[in-house]
């Protein structure tokens, strides 16, 4: 840092190189002077920008990783580490931390076919569901989305990757999804039950018709069969005992019911 020729501050790189002779010695120095002032600044510049990049990436609440063209992870926010456990660090063709993600059927990802390794290859990806297992063992389901960085010229540069944690609304779905079926089965077997109770109230219905129609056949049975063969012969017994008499009205008349 020091004074330049119009007269203000500012800082610089100095370099020196000694020329010797054959012998060894000094003979002369070669040297260069370089102002670094604006290399400082925008260096300056870049610190802040980055600094203030990471503090907008701490507050969001979504994991976020930043990767360059060869997968490097550049960035990474507060809530992606909290969500995979670990500061995030290496690549992401084979993450480093402490923990690995697989497919939610527990089947391996390939390298090629992770998020943020198929936008640095210039495809975006949607709402992919991963399982994260933590260095304790602990899992989270997360839903991946990812986003290839490009230049104005097209070419791609890096990769972003924002990803939620979706653990709990999985759980609420899975304890949907059974309490689906156990009503279902419970609705099923109700519904066997009520048939089953239908078709004895349909039996029970049936007995009680055959039932009176053969109190009835009995009824009449008895009405013909034994009281009107009865009463004919009480009738003929009572036309003996008329002839045999004077006439009577009231005989008559019991004759005549």
Not at 54 to 71: E, F, I, Y
């Amino acid at each position: 840092f020091r004074r330049a020729a119009d007269g203000a501050y500012r800082w610089f790189l100095g370099r020196a190189l000694p020329v010797r002779n054959v012998q060894g010695e000094i003979v002369r120095w070669f040297g260069t002077c370089t102002q670094i002032n604006e290399l400082l600044e925008t260096r300056e510049s870049l610190r802040q920008t980055r600094d203030t990049l990471q503090t907008v990436l701490d507050s969001a609440p979504a994991g976020v990783l930043v990767a360059d063209h060869q997968g490097r992870i550049l960035m990474s926010s507060a809530y992606a580490q909290k969500i995979l456990g670990s500061p995030v660090s290496g690549n992401a063709h084979a993450p480093a931390g402490g923990y690995h993600v697989s497919m939610p059927d527990g089947s391996r990802i390939p390298s090629g076919r992770m998020p943020l390794t198929q936008a640095l290859a210039g495809h975006n990806v949607a709402d992919t569901e991963i399982v994260v297992t933590r260095g304790d063992d602990s899992q989270a389901v997360i839903l991946a989305n990812a986003t290839p960085l490009q230049r104005e010229t097209g070419e791609t540069w890096g990769a972003v990757t924002v990803f939620q944690d979706i653990t709990a609304r999985k759980k609420a779905e899975e304890a949907l999804r059974q309490l689906n079926e156990t009503l279902e089965q419970r609705v099923a077997e109700r519904t066997q039950l009520a048939e089953a109770r239908a078709g004895q109230l349909q039996a029970l219905a049936v007995e009680l018709i055959e039932a009176e129609e053969m109190e009835r056949r009995r009824v009449a049975q008895i009405l013909h069969d034994d009281l009107q063969q009865l009463l004919a012969a009480g009738r003929m017994q009572l036309e003996m005992v008329s002839e045999k008499l004077p006439p009577d009205p009231v005989l008559s008349s019991v004759v005549q019911l």
